[in-house]
C-alpha cells in the first residue's frame, strides 16, 4: 500500500463532491424507491451524459456553458417525456424507463463511433473522474445543490406535480454525473436508501447520509492506497456500508 497516497489535496475535493451529491441523492433516492422506479437515475443519467457526447460531437468546447446547457436541456426532455409516458401508461413506466436508457446509451456509442478517443469519453461518463474535480465545479455542484434541496425540502417539488419531481431529479443527476459517472450517480441515489428502507423520517435520512459519507471516505482511501479507480472503488465501499448496516440492523430487530 501507497500510504503517500493519501493526499488531501486530491481527496479533499472528490470527497467534498461525493457529499455534495449525497445532498440531493439520499432524499431523492428515497422517494424514487418508494414511486417503484429504480432505475430512472441510470435514465436520467445516460440521456444527461447523451447530451454531453452530443455536445462534443458537434465541437463545443469540453466542460463550457455550452457543454452543461446541452446536458440540462437533454435531461429535462428526458423528464417531460418521463412525465407523459407515466400519465400515458403507468403500469409500464419501468420498463419504459430501461427503454430509454438503452436507448440513450446506444445513441451515445453511435455519436462516438467515428472518435478515436471515443472509449474513454465512454468511460469517463460511466466512471466518472472525481478525483479531478476542481473548485469551480465544485462551487457549481454546491450552488445546484443547494437549491434544489430547498425546493425538495420546502415542497415546491409537490407543486408541480408529476414533472416537478421528473425535472428536480434531471437537474440533481445532470449535475452530479459529469463529476462522478452513471454509475456513482446510481449507487448514491439507491444503495444508501435502500439500505434503510425499513426506517422512517428523519432517522432514515440520517443512517442514509452516514452510509454515504463512509462509503465515500473509505471508497477514496483504499482507491489512492491500492492506487485503482476511484468511482469503481466507491460503489463497492457504499454496497458493503449498507450491507453491513442493514445486516447489523437485522440482527438488532431479530434480538429485539
Known sequence: MNWSALD?????????????????????G??????????????????????????????LPEGGVAVQISAVVAALLGAWLLTWTERKAPQQQEALIGVMFILAACAGILLLSGNPHG????KDLLVGQILWVNTSQLLWLGGVSALLLLALWRGWVRKLGRFGFYAVFA????????????????????????????????NRYRI???????????????????????????????????????????????QS
Open 208 to 254: 442514509a447520509y452516514a452510509i454515504g459519507v463512509i462509503g465515500y471516505a473509505s471508497g477514496l482511501a483504499l482507491s489512492a492506497l491500492l492506487d485503482l479507480p476511484s468511482g469503481a472503488v466507491i460503489v463497492w465501499t457504499l454496497a458493503v456500508c449498507a450491507l453491513i448496516w442493514a445486516t447489523a440492523s437485522g440482527s438488532k430487530g431479530v
Open 8 to 28: 488531501w489535496g486530491i481527496l479533499g475535493p472528490a470527497f467534498i463532491a461525493g457529499l455534495l451529491v449525497l445532498v440531493t441523492h439520499v432524499p431523492l
Open 119 to 122: 472509449g474513454e469519453h465512454l
Open 171 to 202: 437537474l440533481a443527476v445532470t449535475a452530479s454525473v459529469q463529476l462522478v459517472g452513471v454509475y456513482l450517480v446510481f449507487s448514491s441515489l439507491i444503495i444508501p436508501a435502500l439500505a434503510t428502507r425499513s426506517r422512517t423520517g428523519s
Open 30 to 59: 428515497t422517494q424514487v424507491l418508494d414511486r417503484g422506479i429504480v432505475f430512472i437515475d441510470l435514465a436520467i443519467a445516460q440521456i444527461a451524459g447523451l447530451g454531453v457526447i452530443a455536445a462534443d460531437t458537434f465541437g
